[in-house]
């Protein structure tokens, strides 16, 4: 059979409420030439169908930074590695929630705080979080999401208490592919987190890193993984290697493999937001406004964790240009 029509196949089954079995998704990520943008305007299809014309922004404020003592291979904040990543404590709740109201100013739906380490739990850390989603809540209109690494049930329910809407925590890869990236924790503490957020009553942010060296098969693994976890929002972020970190040397993703990704997580997870963050400006490069027409629902806007972003000013023209509207926040 044809690609185009394998693809156009694949449509019509998806929006009748198929969903892809890894042998599609691998027929699918081997689009070349025209195909590839065949691809891409089912992505749009199908974005289209699941989203309208809307699409999401958040931003994020790295509330504690460094010393993190796991060794995730990409990460500038892991004690492991000597990069020139600032080093922190938690700042306060009023920091926190000064920084959400830049946040909302800039159209953000979503506010992530975001914290370096294993994870936190009960103690002054975390009552120092959930004063500042408090204090969130009552100014805005922004959603808080929360990003503390591993949480236990009881942390969940403290946050979604507090006012937390989301919470977020990567996969980063593959379970198979893990223990090339992380050696300091079990991927399964990782998915444990998810399914307690979960259970918390919070909404799930999940997703990973592409680029450090993981398959097409294991990229289509993790994203099955996000689907059988029912995830509520996926972030795709592409490695943009710090010096100092046990990546330093990764080449970059190509722009077209980027965005084949994109297209691959929208045809997997046709009704989950996909925001694109980090590694976006170095590893798509000109072709950035295509990540919408790869499928892409959103983008993360401003500063990422441990590197700037570009003018928020920029990331909206580019909106307007494409004659998108941005989601506001629900609550
Ligand atoms: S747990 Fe988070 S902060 Fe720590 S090294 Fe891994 S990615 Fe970095």
């Given at each position: 059979m044809q690609t185009k029509t394998f693809i156009e196949?694949?449509?019509?089954?998806v929006l009748a409420g198929h969903r892809l079995t890894a042998e599609e998704a691998l027929q699918l990520a081997a689009a070349e030439g025209a195909d590839l943008l065949y691809l891409f305007a089912g992505a749009t299809?199908?974005?289209?169908?699941?989203?309208?014309?809307?699409?999401?922004?958040?931003?994020?404020?790295?509330?504690?930074?460094?010393?993190?003592?796991?060794n995730c291979s990409f990460c500038a904040q892991s004690a492991h590695h000597q990069s020139a990543a600032p080093v922190y404590p938690l700042v306060n709740?009023?920091?926190?929630?000064e920084q959400a109201k830049q946040a909302e100013l800039i159209g953000s739906e979503c506010f992530g705080i975001i914290t370096s380490g294993?994870?936190?739990s009960s103690g002054a850390e975390l009552d120092e979080l959930c004063a500042?989603?408090?204090?969130?809540?009552?100014?805005?209109?922004?959603?808080p999401s929360c990003s503390l690494g591993i949480?236990?049930?009881?942390?969940?329910?403290?946050?979604?208490?507090?006012?937390?809407?989301?919470?977020?925590?990567?996969?980063?890869?593959?379970?198979?592919?893990?223990?090339?990236i992380c050696t300091t924790h079990r991927y399964e503490e990782d998915v444990e987190t998810v399914k307690n957020a979960k259970q918390a009553g919070l909404k799930v942010c999940c997703g990973g890193i592409f680029g450090m060296g993981e398959s097409v098969a294991q990229r289509i693994e993790l994203a099955l993984l996000l689907r059988e976890l029912a995830v509520d929002s996926i972030p795709i972020n592409f490695l943009d290697p710090v010096p100092g970190t046990a990546l330093q040397d990764a080449d970059f993703l190509s722009p077209m493999e980027c965005l084949r990704i994109i297209a691959l997580y929208r045809y997997i997870l046709p009704d989950r937001k996909i925001a694109i963050c980090g590694g976006r400006e170095r590893n798509l490069r000109e072709l950035q406004s295509w990540i919408f027409a790869a499928?892409?629902?959103?983008?993360?806007?401003?500063?990422?964790?441990?590197?700037k972003g570009r003018n928020p000013d920029a990331d909206r023209q580019l909106l307007v240009d494409l004659q998108l509207s941005v989601a506001q926040c629900k609550h």
């Open positions: 196949q694949i449509i019509s089954q299809q199908l974005r289209e169908h699941y989203f309208g014309n809307e699409v999401s922004l958040c931003s994020i404020i790295n509330a504690k930074s460094g010393r993190c003592p796991e709740a009023a920091t926190i929630a294993t994870g936190i500042a989603v408090r204090q969130i809540v009552a100014q805005g209109t922004v959603d949480i236990d049930l009881a942390t969940a329910k403290a946050l979604k208490e507090a006012g937390v809407v989301t919470y977020h925590h990567n996969l980063e890869t593959a379970a198979s592919f893990f223990p090339s499928g892409a629902s959103g983008m993360m806007t401003g500063d990422y964790l441990t590197k």
